[in-house]
């Protein structure tokens, strides 16, 4: 490295496999799937970690509130804002119930993407879902994160 940053190099360092924790395949459902820009990019920030919660802000020094504005019960960080939280769960779980019967949902938003990818349905069982497989989390996650932003900047 020489020390200066440019667009090809930055494209470069995304393109080498072993630069993430995540599989190659899996930052390819992010940005490659049947989804608006907007909401691939809301995932993005989940999977690396950079979305704005309550959390996140208070470590940079936000003196404002950082409780869940959703169930206004617990810190608003990602896995609880996007997992635990009750009203994001109640809503994963129609998801679910209507979608994939047999998944679980995970721990953290991340284990719960990667085992949502995991359990893409094959193309020759349904090739709807297998094609918008990813942008029905993804648009999950887009749907309660306008909720939480609704709930904050309107009151
Ligand atoms: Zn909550």
């Known amino acids: 490295m020489d020390g200066f940053y440019s ?9 080498t496999p072993h630069c993430s924790v995540y599989p190659l395949a899996i930052w390819k459902s992010v940005w490659y799937s049947h989804c608006l820009p ?10 690396n970690n950079k979305i704005l919660t309550g959390e996140s802000l208070m470590k940079r020094g936000f003196k404002g509130p950082s409780c869940c504005c959703l169930c206004k019960f617990a810190l608003e960080t990602a896995d609880h804002l996007l997992v635990d939280c009750a009203f994001s769960r109640s809503v994963l779980e129609i998801i679910l119930r209507d979608v994939l019967s047999s998944f679980s949902i995970q721990n953290s938003e991340i284990e719960f993407y990667i085992a949502w990818h995991e359990n893409r349905p094959v193309k020759s069982h349904s090739e709807i879902l297998h094609n918008n497989w990813h942008s029905i989390l993804k648009f999950t996650w887009w749907a309660i994160w306008i909720a939480r932003n609704c709930c904050i900047f309107k009151d």
């Open 38 to 47: 907007k909401v691939n990019f809301l995932a993005w920030l989940v999977l």
């Open 7 to 15: 667009v090809s190099k930055g494209y470069s360092a995304l393109q």
